[in-house]
């Protein structure tokens, strides 16, 4: 599959520089660059989660294949029909730390940039704390008002567990989580046939 092509990627690059350098609050580490998204700039899908692990700072990309999250990502991403070269895949905090609510917002105007370049189709949500962000309310308030999906500012929300979570109930494997949201992951697929969401070209 292939996207439709947008001349942004400089804007990337430059946004991930000015990330990099970021000391606006008190998560900054001495140690650990603050880590911008990854994805190509063409992406009409944008997958937003909390904050990166210290592992993924390090290496330099979210939701690393080697960790836990990253594993339960790939598993979510295939289960719907996506890879991870065709996503732009971020966090609202950019620093690998536990996030207070202030410096929350202080990131925010990072991931409203990464937005305003990428102009995305859709923004699937991963955890409470981004659907926070983007909707201003919890998982649970989205679907109460939306349903599973809903535009908020002009874009198709999709919120969704974060992939950490799948881990919490030690005693359900991973294909037991993609059961029991099965209804909701159909909701999504049937979205992502929708050429009005995401705009598909000729290989």
């Not at 859709?122 to 919890?138: D, K, Q, Y």
């Not at 989580?177 to 909701?187: A, D, Q, T, Y």
Request: charged share 25%; hydrophobic share 40%; with cysteine.
């Amino acid at each position: 599959m292939r996207v439709s092509i947008r001349k942004n990627t400089g804007c990337l690059v430059q946004l991930a520089q000015e990330i990099q350098a970021c000391n606006a609050c008190k998560l900054r580490s001495p140690d650990l660059l603050p880590l911008a998204g990854v994805g190509p700039s063409y992406a009409d899908i944008m997958l937003i989660g909390e904050a990166p692990t210290t592992e993924a700072a390090k290496r330099g990309e979210p939701f690393l294949d080697i960790t836990v999250s990253g594993e339960n990502l790939n598993i979510f991403l295939s289960f719907v029909g996506l890879k991870r070269d065709e996503v732009y895949i971020t966090n609202v905090c950019k620093c690998p730390k536990r996030v207070e609510y202030a410096n929350f917002w202080t990131c925010r105007m990072w991931l409203d940039k990464e937005i305003k370049i990428i102009q995305p189709k859709m923004i699937i949500t991963l955890g409470g704390p981004a659907i926070e962000a983007i909707g201003g309310v919890s998982i649970s308030g989205f679907r109460k008002k939306w349903g599973f999906s809903g535009q908020v500012k002009d874009r198709l929300i999709f919120p969704f567990l974060h992939p950490s979570a799948w881990e919490r109930n030690k005693r359900k494997k991973r294909q037991e989580v993609i059961e029991e949201e099965r209804e909701l992951l159909n909701e999504l697929m049937r979205l992502l046939q929708d050429p009005g969401i995401v705009k598909l070209v000729e290989s």
